[in-house]
């Protein structure tokens, strides 16, 4: 298995799939786009994938945030929660499987973060549709005003990659993410910093968060390449 995997990988393979410069334009604007007849948003969840591309957290931690985590005066997003489905053990005969589990973020990572002014824009519209929005309310939530889940979340991004012709992706929402990291990387963050913004360790960042190689086309051909680093000229 490992020789065969080494055969299929080739010199351009993406080594962290991330959505180009040009690719994440096309996300955000399919994700914003209206209904032509309504004016009403295509996609109601649409803004949660945009709050997962301009803060790099986690579905389960975006799934956990209330209102109360959000200080818009000082521009700040606490980060301590996390919710994910997990198996129902006392299930009773009328009861689900799975129960909505509410636990500590992945490596306990809590942290508080400055937000872009993008990210203060996305939760801004949030809160505008919101049918409520007490410090208690959750910011991720249905249409209805039920708290989310990830499978929701993920079933309605793969129609806007696919609507935004970005469903030769793979990774799903978890590239969104990936975006964020290696758009800090290439602004000039160090990974120590990614890695606390984005609460997670500085191996895992490096190596599985940040794409090194940049999308090109090449002869009508998309191909993943690794350009030339920054020299200093040395007298």
Known sequence: KRIKKLENRTS??????ALSI?????????AKRLNEKTGEPQYPAGVYG???L???VRVGEALALRWGDV????RTLNIDKNRSMAKNRNRKKDENSYIMYEGSTKNEKARKIELTEDALEDLSVIKSRSISATRDDYVVVTQTGKPNTTTNIEHRMETIYRNAGLNHLKGGVHILRKTFATEMYENGARVKEIAAYIGDLESTTERYYIAIRKKRLVDGREEHIVTLPAMTKVS
Do not use: C, I, W
Not at 12 to 17: F, H, K, L, S
Not at 71 to 74: G, K, L, S
């Open 12 to 17: 351009t393979q993406a080594d962290v799939d």
């Open 22 to 30: 040009e690719e994440k334009k096309r996300f955000e604007r399919e």
């Open 50 to 52: 945009l709050l997962l």
């Open 54 to 56: 301009h803060t790099g």
């Open 71 to 74: 200080d818009f005066a000082n």
